[in-house]
Structures are given as C-alpha cells and as structure tokens.
C-alpha cells in the first residue's frame, strides 16, 4: 500500500512539471507583457480632445505651424524684491499699499524710533558745545579780556614795586633805630607778596595776548571730529528704521502691519516689491521639445479666469539648464518626474494678468 500511494505522488509531481514547462514556453512564445496587440493599438490611434477644449501641446497651427505647451507663471518683467528692514523692531507706520507704485528709494516702512532720536538728540547737543569750545580756542581771547588781564598785571606791578619801597625804607629806619626788626620782616613778607601777584598777573596777561597754545587748538578740535561721527552715528541709526525702495515697481504684498514686531533675522522680508510695467510668462517646456523653441518666436497664455482669451507675446529668454518643474497643477496623474527648460515668455498686455497666476503657455515650435 505504502509502495502505491509513493508510485502516486512520484506521478502527480511530473505532471506538475511538465504543465510549468508547457506555461513557461507559451509565455515566451507571446512575447513581453508590455507589448501592445492590435486592439491596444487601435485604441490609442482613436481621436480624443484635449482638456477643457484647449490645444495639444503638438496641435497645428492653422498657418502649418505647431505649438509646444507648458505650466507657466506670471511674473514680473524683472525677478520680485524682498524688501527687508536692517534692525529689529515695532513697526510704527506703513507708508503704502498693496497695489500702490513706488519710486526708487520711496518710503515704505518706518519702526519705531523714540530712542534713537532721543540719542540724535543727545549727540547734536555734545557736538554744539564741542563747536563752541573750538571756536574759542582756536580764535583766542577776546580784545576786552586782553585788556582785562593787561591792566590787573599793571596793578599788581604798582603795588609790588610800591611795596619794594616800603621795605627799602623799613631798612633805613631800622638802621637809624626808628624801626623795629618785626616792622622790616611785615615789610619783606608785604613785597614778597606783591611780587609774586605781579608776576603771576604778567604770565596771564602774556598768555591771554599770545592766544591758545596748538595742542589746546588740536584737543578741541580733536573733540569736534568725534562728536560729529557719534552724531552721524545716531543719524544712519534714525535713518536705518526707515525702510525704503530699493527698486521702482508696484508693490504687491505687504506681510506686516502697523503695531507688529519685525526681526530681520527671521529671514522674513516685510514687503514685497515687482516691475509689472512688463509681464513674463515663465513657462515649463518638456525635455523633448526644448529643441523645438527659439527666442524670438511668438506664442501666447491662456488663464481660467480669463476663458477663450489669448495673451500674445514672444520668447525672450531660454534657460541653459534643464531642472525640475517650477508650476505643478492639481491633476492626480501628472508626472512630476520629468525634466524641463524655463523658457521665459513676455506679453504685450501689463495690465490684466497678475503676478503669480498659474497660467498655460503655447509657444510656437521651430
């Protein structure tokens, strides 16, 4: 019994092997999988329009052209600036609007300032007493002064040749016993006195009539220099809080408002800035039709918004490196993994289309 049930599954097992033989050489026989028969190529033959009625990007002109199609967006004729402030702060007044044109170095945004021009204030004070001082220094005494210490060193010359007198007579009357040795030491302590007032009085007086010496000119106007550059100090300080244009252009948002803390190293600009006096379209052109664009030839982009409306234009710029999609739409099936050329196109319109709206552009292929 044992032997037949053994008999049994050695013939079952060899059955088995000769059907995966017999499948494995009908599906070589076939061919690939992924080669298509005749009912898949006749299916893919089949006329079918393209989305929302629009133009393949290979349809042809009715000149016996063709178009080559991509996402594209609107854009500013030159790149949108960032415009951020310099320091830190609360934002006091936003001088614009969204919408509004700017001129080059326009203010924009101005932070608050109370401190910084306290401190201006503060160095203004300092360098018009630094001024004053220079101004003294350098140009002298004045005349009545002069004339002040002349006659104060000539008083005090009549007094101490007065009391040189005086002691010269205290002598003699000590000598003839008319006078005491206490009266001549008064005497001498009396001119000594008057001497050195004198000579003191004479050394100003030659002072104030030669005028400052070159190192008290040099110290004050030492003094003034510095004062001047804490004041222009404080001045760049005041006038970094004021945010201005670095371009002409419109400004199309504004990320802060009145009240609002800024802090520049947050790398967040507080305003943002574009030349819309002309548009572009940067359109995506697939890896396989980058051959197929010149600069110079005319195309067009359409919008949702503006429905079976056509924005002319013309190729003015095609990038010299392939990358990755710069526009993706929300269709679940788009490849994202494929390569494109920026080509860049400008419109004649500047005044419908916006910055920033995702649009579709057709160029014409070469």
């Known amino acids: 019994m ?13 059955v088995a092997l000769v059907g995966m ?4 050489g009908r599906s070589v026989a076939a061919g690939p999988g992924t080669s298509p028969n005749d009912r898949d190529r006749a299916h893919a033959a089949r006329p079918v329009a393209p989305l929302g009625g629009g133009t393949d990007s290979h349809a042809d002109f009715a000149q016996g052209g063709s178009l080559v199609a991509g996402n594209g967006m609107v854009e500013p004729a030159q790149p949108e600036t960032k415009v951020a402030g310099q320091l830190p702060g609360r934002i006091a007044i936003v001088l614009v609007s969204e919408g509004d044109r700017v001129e080059t170095n326009a203010a924009l945004v101005v932070m608050d300032s109370t401190v910084e021009k306290a401190a201006l204030e503060a160095a203004e004070a300092d360098l018009a007493t630094a001024k004053a001082t220079y101004a003294r220094v350098s140009h002298g005494n004045r005349a009545e002064d002069v004339d002040s210490a002349l006659a104060d060193a000539t008083s005090a010359k009549a ?7 005086i002691l010269a007579r205290a002598r003699m009357l000590l000598e003839g016993g008319a006078a005491t040795a206490d009266d001549l030491d008064k005497a001498k302590n009396a001119a000594a006195a008057d001497d050195a ?35 222009d100090q404080a001045r760049a300080t005041v006038e970094r809080l004021t945010v201005r244009a670095p371009i002409a252009g419109q400004v199309l948002r504004i990320k802060y408002r009145e009240g609002e803390y800024y802090n ?28 197929r664009v010149k600069v110079g030839t005319p195309g067009f982009a359409v919008a949702d918004a503006w429905a079976g409306r056509r924005f002319a234009g013309k190729v ?23 390569k494109i050329l920026e080509v860049v196109l400008e419109l004649d319109d500047s005044t419908t289309l916006v910055p920033g709206l995702r649009v579709m552009g057709y160029l014409t292929a070469g």
């Open 2 to 14: 044992s032997k037949l049930v053994a008999h049994w599954k050695t013939l079952a097992s060899v």
């Open 21 to 24: 033989i017999l499948f494995i």
């Open 159 to 165: 007094k101490a040749d007065n009391s040189a007198e």
């Open 197 to 231: 007032t004198h000579k003191s009085l004479a050394a100003r007086a030659r002072a104030m009539t030669a005028g400052s010496r070159y190192e008290d000119v040099a110290e004050a106007k030492a003094k003034v220099v510095a004062t001047e550059a804490r004041r």
């Open 264 to 291: 520049p190293t947050a790398s967040e600009s507080l305003l943002i800035l574009g030349d819309t006096t002309k548009l572009r379209v940067r359109v995506d052109v697939d890896e396989r039709d980058v051959s």
């Open 316 to 338: 003015v710029e095609i990038g010299r490196r392939m990358g990755r999609k710069n526009v993706r739409t929300d269709d679940p099936v788009e490849r994202i993994d494929t």
